[in-house]
């Protein structure tokens, strides 16, 4: 059975989901990814789903419970790269997900769970300006 | 198609009366209630009169779909159109064509007589009614173009994404909410989301006339999609009389809210780490532009 893969970055864990999401792959990643905050005593998760163009309540009950598990074992969970059409469509399933972090890109999902974001976002912005 | 008898008189009745019943329907028109200047009465009114004329000559007194009045219908069509445009009512506009009707009858009182008159009489008032229903139709026609693309017009322009700084997006609406609209309005702010990639959008619901549980929940699930996409809302612009009208709904707007634009986007700049300040003394060797965070 195939899984998807889950990386280690320093305090957190890596998942980009590059294939459509059947439901035995969601219950599967949830078990994985359990396993695997508890394993590296990760503090943050970061899920990437600019890949996914489809959802469903399903997914979208997995994302919301993967968030609630990881706060349990005291990491933040963060899903970036929502595509407009995914998004419209979880809140029209009434789907909010209101317990999950989210952001644009990875890069300012790994600043928000790395605890920088308030500082880092800041020095990014004066180089700019 | 063998021209009858009551065809050839209605044909002779145009064509050797043409110049006394366009003299006789210019006068008419110009006491009438068709506010056209007596040169436009009388151009309007021969090229009419003439295209009829040659319809009529050709033989086709009754089918104004033929392709004899093609002429005829291109004129109409032409003095309908801007008539339309120029917004004259319909009433002023049909009365241009069933003025011609008095004209016709005083001529063809003239040329016939007895039971053919009445003959001649039934076909030009057949004649007439087609012609200024044509008109009428065509009017309307010119109208409902001119609505739909005025609809179409505001629909654009009441849906516009603005760029405020590096960041943070605003979204000002104008018009009342309905689903359709926050539909296109959710997408549009969605999608500068991605392009800009703005942390911030700000929704200034100033121009919204009137928010009800509907237009609340469309509001609420546009700022659901927008944090999902991972930009945070801040909803401004809640008149007084608005703010009242939510809490009496009892819906609960359970976001960041600002009564004013401005105080949205000073909010916005200190999330992202900017200040506001006035500059202190302007010194005269200092360069012209000044930094933009100072401005005040």
Not at chain 1, 3 to 8: A, R
Not at chain 1, 19 to 29: E, G, I, P, S, Y
Not at chain 2, 75 to 80: A, H, I, R
Not at chain 2, 162 to 189: C, E, F, H, Y
């Amino acid at each position: 059975m195939d899984s998807i893969p889950i990386l280690k970055i320093g305090s957190a864990l890596l998942v980009t989901i590059q294939v459509d999401m059947h439901d035995q792959l969601a219950t599967r990643l949830q078990d994985d990814l359990t396993e695997k905050i508890v394993q590296h005593r990760a503090r943050g998760v970061l899920i990437d789903i600019s890949a996914l163009e489809i959802v469903d309540s399903f997914i979208g009950r997995m994302l919301a419970n993967i968030a609630n598990v990881s706060r349990l074992l005291d990491a933040d969970t963060v899903v970036v790269g929502m595509r407009p059409e995914v998004a419209i469509t979880l809140v029209e399933l009434g789907l909010g997900l209101p317990g999950v972090k989210t952001a644009l890109n990875a890069e300012r999902g790994l600043a928000l769970i790395g605890g920088v974001s308030a500082a880092g976002q800041a020095a990014d912005d004066a180089d700019d300006d | 198609m063998a021209v009858s008898s009551h065809d050839q008189a209605l044909v002779r009745l145009f064509a050797e009366g043409e110049a006394e019943i366009l003299a006789d329907w210019v006068s008419t028109l110009n006491l009438r209630e068709t506010r056209m200047t007596p040169q436009e009465a009388e151009s309007q009114g021969r090229a009419v009169l003439h295209a009829l004329g040659k319809a009529v000559a050709q033989g086709n007194a009754n089918d104004l779909r033929g392709a004899e009045y093609l002429e005829v219908r291109e004129v109409l069509q032409g003095f309908s159109r801007s008539r339309a445009l120029q917004g004259f009512s319909p009433t002023e506009t049909a009365t241009f064509v069933f003025s011609l009707k008095r004209s016709l009858f005083a001529q063809a009182r003239k040329t016939a007589k007895g039971d053919e008159a009445f003959q001649l009489l039934w076909r030009v008032t057949e004649l007439i009614d087609q012609l200024g229903l044509f008109t009428v139709e065509t009017y309307q026609k010119t109208r409902e173009e001119l609505i739909a693309r005025q609809g179409k017009e505001i629909e654009e322009l009441s849906t516009p994404v603005v760029k405020l700084w590096d960041g943070i997006v605003a979204l000002p609406l104008i018009g009342t909410l309905d689903s359709g609209r926050t539909q296109v309005v959710m997408q549009n702010l969605l999608e500068t989301i991605v392009q800009t990639e703005a942390e911030i959008a700000i929704i200034d619901i100033t121009g919204v006339p009137m928010v009800d549980t509907l237009t609340a929940q469309h509001l609420l699930k546009t700022v659901s999609a927008a944090r999902l996409m991972g930009a945070d809302c801040i909803i401004s612009g809640i008149r007084p009389q608005i703010a009242q009208t939510i809490v009496q709904l009892g819906v609960d707007l359970n976001v960041v809210s600002k009564a004013t634009l401005a105080d949205a986007l000073a909010l916005a700049l200190r999330r992202t780490g900017r200040v506001v300040s006035k500059l202190k003394v302007p010194s005269p060797s200092a360069p012209q532009e000044p930094p933009a965070e100072a401005r005040g």
